[in-house]
């Protein structure tokens, strides 16, 4: 898919973050869902990196995910030492481990809707997608359209605004919602 469809997915994706989550946790997370929809397609960038290659597999978004999830942590805890920053913002405090792991989740989950979204395509030989390489080199695609049709992009897009701006007005209209957030001490 094209960018429009890409980030149509990851809306309706941080829709479920928002409804899982609860929308103080959400606050924080889905803005890294949207910031990572497209990094897989870094390597239409680099020249010696494959389209649909490495990037495009569970091993690379859960390597991502890690890296940041560790910087976060390493980060945090270099600013409340040497600055005394107290991190208000996030919903439980300073608490690295728990921020990093939220973080690192937030953006394996955007890197794997990304891959997801992809397998939609047509796409195979040069451009299928291989995600579970390096223990499998099975292509998956559904091949519901060709990644360039701009009515499946406009439709996805579309999908993740009505899907995402819904979930958001039923956890404002009904903060009484139940929701995962508790496990990370926040009421939903």
Not at 43 to 54: A, T
Not at 86 to 101: C, E, I, K, N, S
Not at 110 to 115: E, F, G, P
Not at 151 to 163: C, E, S
Request: hydrophobic share 55%; net charge positive; with cysteine.
């Amino acid at each position: 898919m094209h960018r429009e469809g890409h980030y149509g997915t990851a809306l309706m994706a941080a829709a479920v973050v928002v409804l899982v989550a609860g929308l103080p946790l959400a606050v924080i997370t889905v803005p890294v869902v949207i910031a990572f929809t497209m990094v897989p397609d870094v390597d239409q960038q680099i020249g010696f990196i494959k389209h649909r290659g490495v990037t495009h597999t569970i091993l690379f978004a859960v390597t991502v995910g890690g890296i940041v999830g560790a910087a976060v942590i390493a980060w945090i805890q270099f600013a409340v030492k040497e600055f005394e920053v107290m991190f208000t913002v996030f919903p439980w405090g300073v608490q690295p481990l728990r921020t990093g792991a939220v973080m690192g989740a937030a953006a394996t989950l955007s890197l794997l809707v990304h891959i997801f979204t992809d397998t939609l395509t047509v796409g195979s030989g040069r451009f299928g997608i291989h995600p579970f390489w390096p223990v499998s080199s099975q292509q998956i695609r559904f091949g519901f359209c060709k990644a360039a049709n701009s009515w499946a992009n406009h439709l996805l897009f579309g999908a993740g605004v009505v899907i995402f701006s819904t979930v958001v007005w039923l956890r404002l209209a009904f903060p009484w919602l139940p929701s995962l957030s508790a496990v990370f001490g926040v009421a939903g």
